[in-house]
């Protein structure tokens, strides 16, 4: 429930592998989300869409999208997502805020998520 909440706050369609990714599988197999997780997930986006907008101003608004919305490839199996981003696409604000660095195990998520930028 409140990881599809958070997918549809974060505009992500459910049919694009961001969100199967996200979910652990196929977003409209998940449960509705209840009108509470809908809420939280939406307070939780604008609060992340304010600290972007004190924390990186030089980022392109809307800038939590420019983060979200990047080119790159998405391996997912379960337990394990794989994110490679292009090298030309590295953006020191993103960098110098340490958005993507290689997290590794993500318990509140049940799995691991590497990122990589390559060539």
């Known amino acids: 429930g409140l990881l599809r909440a958070l997918v549809q706050a974060l505009g992500v369609p459910a049919e694009d592998p961001v969100a199967e990714a996200f979910c652990g599988g196929p977003a409209t197999l998940q449960p ?3 009108p509470g997780h809908v809420e939280r997930a939406a307070a939780q ?3 992340w869409a304010d600290w972007l907008d004190s ?3 030089d980022l392109a608004p809307p800038r939590l999208l420019s ?3 990047r080119p790159g490839r998405l391996r997912a199996e379960p337990g394990w997502v794989e994110l490679r981003l292009p090298l030309a696409g ?3 604000a993103v960098r110098r805020l340490g958005l ?3 997290p590794g195990w993500l318990p509140w998520w049940g799995g691991v998520l590497v ?3 390559d060539d």
């Open 115 to 117: 990122i990589r930028y």
């Open 45 to 47: 986006v604008q609060q």
């Open 32 to 34: 509705l989300p209840l």
């Open 100 to 102: 993507d660095l290689d």
């Open 90 to 92: 590295v953006h020191t």
């Open 67 to 69: 983060i979200c919305r």
């Open 55 to 57: 924390a990186a101003p």
